[in-house]
């Protein structure tokens, strides 16, 4: 069984900084694609950052030139800074990672994390 856990979430003013961690654990023989999602109060889940192991990353719009997206792939571990938030980035922000379990399953399933709030607000 894989696990993501996230952490760093929390409040901030606008204007200000967070740094999102999301760590793999498990049953992990490979990840692909590792990135993050957030869904705000009523609205549906979407795309913040995804970065492939060893692709080009893609970001939201929106979110161009405020957040980065990395990864340690040697902690199976992605982080997400975030700089200049307003409260439009309030959301509970998701892990996701695809993840191949063994060498003989050749399929990557995908998992996600149980997400970390983040509230922006003065």
């Known amino acids: 069984q894989v696990q993501l856990v996230e952490s760093g979430g929390g409040l901030v003013q606008p204007g200000g900084s967070l740094r999102l961690s999301c760590a793999a654990s498990g049953r992990i023989f490979h990840i692909n694609q590792m990135g993050w999602y957030r869904q705000a109060p009523g609205k549906q889940r979407e795309l913040v950052a995804v970065?492939?192991?060893?692709?080009?990353?893609n970001y939201a719009d929106s979110m161009k030139g405020r957040f980065t997206i990395s990864r340690d792939n040697a902690k199976n571990t992605v982080y997400l800074q975030m700089n200049n938030l307003n409260p439009e980035d309030t959301a509970v922000y998701y892990c996701n990672a695809d993840v191949r379990v063994s060498a003989s399953d050749p399929s990557y399933r995908g998992v996600w994390g149980q997400g970390t709030l983040v509230t922006v607000s003065s």
């Open positions: 970065m492939p192991n060893g692709g080009t990353t």
